[in-house]
């Protein structure tokens, strides 16, 4: 579904999502705060990527990692959008079936942004790693997790971060030995 079809849909839809939007205004705002920390952090790995591939001369990585304004807008503008719809059908859907179980439909809002926010933390956060330069080893989330706190320890101290680090790679060498 496309842009102009989202908007349609809320205009025809207006009464109940007045209803929807006041009643989920802190789902939306916690979902914005997420999109706007994934622009911001999405932008510092795109500008230190083109830093990186600018060294080395490469111009096909640089032309990738170009930031484009118009283009980053329009895909955050997007998410908002969809993220949007997320809420707002899973509010329909509590109101249509949780509300008759005796159930608050606001829990079908609330999963719906759980959802968004599950989506937009795990790239946020791999763009806060990338950007401290912890490299994930391990594709699992036990490596994501060791990853990302190694990168909020070397924030902190770097010596301390780096300490840390050495001990899980170390853990990683003492379980291959046994």
């Given at each position: 579904m496309n842009t102009g079809t989202k908007a349609v849909s809320l205009v025809l839809m207006g009464n109940e999502l007045t209803a929807i939007i006041s009643d989920a205004r802190w789902l939306l705002i916690v979902i914005l705060v997420c999109v706007v920390a994934d622009f911001r952090y999405g932008w510092g790995e795109s500008h230190k990527r083109y830093s990186?591939?600018?060294?080395?001369?490469?111009?096909?990585?640089?032309?990738?990692y170009k930031w484009r304004t118009s283009r980053a807008l329009?895909?955050?503008?997007?998410?908002?959008?969809?993220?949007?719809?997320?809420?707002?059908?899973?509010?329909?859907?509590?109101?249509?079936?949780?509300?008759?179980?005796?159930?608050?439909?606001?829990?079908?809002?609330?999963?719906?942004?759980?959802?968004?926010?599950?989506?937009e933390?795990?790239?946020?956060?791999?763009?806060?790693?990338?950007?401290?330069?912890?490299?994930?080893?391990?594709?699992?989330?036990?490596?994501?997790?060791?990853?990302?706190?190694?990168?909020?320890a070397k924030r902190k101290n770097k010596d301390i971060g780096e300490a840390l680090e050495d001990g899980f790679n170390n853990e990683g060498k003492d379980n291959e030995k046994h």
């Open positions: 990186i591939a600018k060294e080395r001369g490469d111009k096909i990585e640089m032309h990738e329009r895909r955050t503008v997007n998410k908002l959008v969809d993220y949007f719809i997320w809420v707002c059908l899973g509010m329909l859907v509590g109101w249509a079936i949780l509300r008759p179980l005796g159930i608050d439909y606001m829990l079908g809002g609330i999963v719906a942004t759980i959802i968004a926010v599950g989506c933390a795990k790239s946020f956060i791999g763009h806060f790693i990338y950007l401290h330069g912890v490299k994930i080893e391990e594709k699992t989330i036990t490596g994501f997790l060791k990853a990302f706190t190694v990168s909020l």
